[in-house]
């Protein structure tokens, strides 16, 4: 049996770890070999793939989606590319846009551009739900235009649409995913949960933006993996799949559970001056990828929070190096809610 070679872009990071892990682990398929392509910046973790550095069928490169040579010579030994790397902190993008059009533009062109000339049988492209910009009421479906706010996100819209481009253009056989905000293990500590855990489990305060009413969807990791590899295996080519899970929660809503889950109390918040550019709600509707493909969570809020929890407060040696590094010279101003 051939094995059906797979490039991960930014496999070392939070959710392409989580990809690649799934892929190789005892239920992935049997017929998949992964190579994990990743620069290793500051959120991406060689620890994250110890699980399955030991299968014959794992490869690892250090390298810069950026480089062409490099792209080139990956492309040309790879049957499919499932594309999770990006700059992805929206913080990070308003101090310093440059990075994020580099990567997250330019590195998917180059990735592109060497498909285009080794014509992979398909180029997952993973995005975020957050290129639709903000919605007050009802959900977007694949069909919105494109508003993004940000500089994180208007670079993450202009690669979901030189993608769908070199699609229309040359006839690659490219698929998108845009995703609700993922929570679970091994997320770098500078996201809401994993910043809000970490500093709890020290019994540190915790910082909230604005008045805390910003909605967001949440979803579990191993679901939002679930739902790309339904588009790797079963979706078509040109279209964009909404993965979401109907978890709304405003961040005051969020943090209360947390709080309780790391035996906390409101005492420990405080409120910090809104960022510029805010988003007010961010809501997917999801129903094509449900329709189409039978996408189905399995992790309801409380069970995957939960367990998020418990992740961390046994895995201190994994996230504490990882938080005293990204709080360097970094530490949020805060303010006592009044």
């Excluded at 930014?10 to 070999?33: E, K, Q």
């Amino acid at each position: 049996m051939t094995a059906t070679r797979i490039l991960v872009t930014g496999g070392a990071g939070f959710i392409g770890s989580h990809h690649v892990r799934t892929l190789l682990g005892p239920n992935g398929p049997p017929d998949v070999s992964v190579t994990v392509l990743d620069d290793l910046t500051y959120a991406g973790n060689p620890a994250n793939l110890d699980d399955v550095r030991h299968t014959d069928r794992f490869a690892f490169v250090q390298g810069d989606i950026c480089d062409p040579d490099l792209a080139d010579a990956l492309l040309a030994e790879h049957d499919q590319v499932v594309h999770f790397a990006a700059e992805s902190h929206v913080d990070r993008s308003i101090s310093g846009a440059a990075a994020f059009v580099r990567t997250n533009v330019q590195g998917t062109q180059t990735l592109l551009d060497a498909a285009l000339r080794h014509r992979p049988k398909r180029f997952v492209h993973v995005s975020s739900d957050e290129v639709y910009g903000s919605i007050r009421h009802g959900s977007w479906p694949e069909t919105d235009p494109l508003r993004p706010n940000s500089p994180y996100s208007a670079s993450k819209a202009a690669s979901d649409l030189i993608a769908l481009a070199y699609h229309r253009t040359h006839g690659l056989d490219v698929r998108v995913t845009r995703c609700s905000n993922t929570y679970g293990s091994h997320q770098f500590p500078e996201k809401l949960v994993p910043l809000f855990i970490t500093r709890l489990l020290e019994g540190r305060p915790v910082p909230l933006y604005g008045d805390g009413h910003n909605v967001r969807d949440w979803i579990h990791v191993d679901d939002h993996v679930r739902g790309i590899e339904l588009v790797r295996t079963l979706g078509r080519p040109g279209e964009v799949y909404n993965v979401g899970a109907g978890n709304e929660l405003s961040n005051r809503e969020l943090t209360g559970l947390l709080l309780t889950a790391c035996g906390a109390d409101w005492d420990m918040v405080r409120f910090i001056e809104d960022r510029k550019g805010h988003d007010r709600r961010y809501s997917v509707d999801f129903t094509k990828i449900r329709t189409e493909l039978g996408f189905m969570t399995a992790k309801d809020m409380s069970s995957g929070l939960a367990e998020t929890v418990d992740w961390y407060r046994t895995h201190r040696s994994w996230w504490e190096p990882l938080l005293r590094r990204s709080e360097k010279g970094r530490e949020l101003p805060m303010r006592v809610l009044s």
